[in-house]
């Protein structure tokens, strides 16, 4: 039994490991993708809704992308891992903003349609998504209070359930486009995409609900990766110089970490709860992160 406990952690431990890097390398290379281009991935950061031609866009762009640079690089460390949470969570949090002005810009021109209302609601789950990873690293890091860690997680379930939800609906209800981007290799382009948005709303109900939250976050990283590797990086082959393309591939690596660190702080919460009813209720444990980087 202990041998099996041992194991377990040992996994969590790697698990979190890959998340920390996914996320920080996600975040990273999304700054470095701003610098190149010297702007905005419009598809992720729409700087459009604060004006078309808002002055010194290109200058703004590399400011953010060296922000987004260090952010991704000071979270891989175990020295400036907060740090780098409080700063990636500032960078997420903007383009949410930029997102929700959108919902404004959007009606404003053209009018109250269900495809700019859909197509903005889905940028704002996206980013929503990497501000609760950042949150989540944070506090289990920053905090031994168990009473805030606790209502930190119950937000990120929330911030980290309903945009699937988001995703899954607008997939069955724009099942066309998306069964569009399905491999053609792969054939069943409906199939695939129904079964995506199913797979999406059924992780979502999971994660809001607390039922079966970490085996949902750990299927939903595998699903995310699968995508990676079949949808979202061989486009990158053929569209080098496309920015959004490159930007729809890291922004995967993000999401992929985001839902890795969910799953194995909630679970390193349950062990030291299962622990600490064994032994000593008092004793507070580490969090899986900081035992990882040891």
Known sequence: MFAFWSLAKQLGRLQMKFGVWFYGLG??????????????????????????????????????????????????????????????????????????????????????????????????????MLVAAAAMLYVSLASTDSALQARTAVAARWMLGLPPLVFGVLHLIGIRVFANIVPHWMGLGYFWAATTGIAFILAGIAICSGIKAILAARLLALMLLLFEGFVEIPPTFIRLGNQATWGAAV????????????????????????????????????TTYIAAAN
């Open 27 to 128: 975040t990273a290379i999304t700054g470095i993708l701003d610098i190149a281009w010297h702007a905005f991935d419009a598809s992720h950061q729409p700087i459009q809704s604060l004006g078309r031609n808002l002055r010194g866009q290109h200058i703004l762009a590399d400011v953010v992308g060296i922000w987004m640079v260090a952010a991704g690089l000071a979270v891989l460390s175990r020295r400036t891992a907060r740090a780098g949470a409080i700063a990636s969570a500032i960078a997420y949090l903007i383009f949410v903003a930029m997102w929700l002005l959108r919902y404004y810009a959007g009606i404003h021109a053209l009018g109250w349609r269900f495809d700019v209302l859909a197509g903005v609601s889905f940028g704002v789950a996206q980013q929503v």
């Open 251 to 286: 922004y995967n690596l993000s999401a992929i970490g985001a839902c890795l660190i969910f799953a194995e702080i909630l679970a390193s919460r349950v062990d030291r709860r299962q622990i600490g009813s064994a032994e000593n209720p008092n004793v507070p444990g580490r």
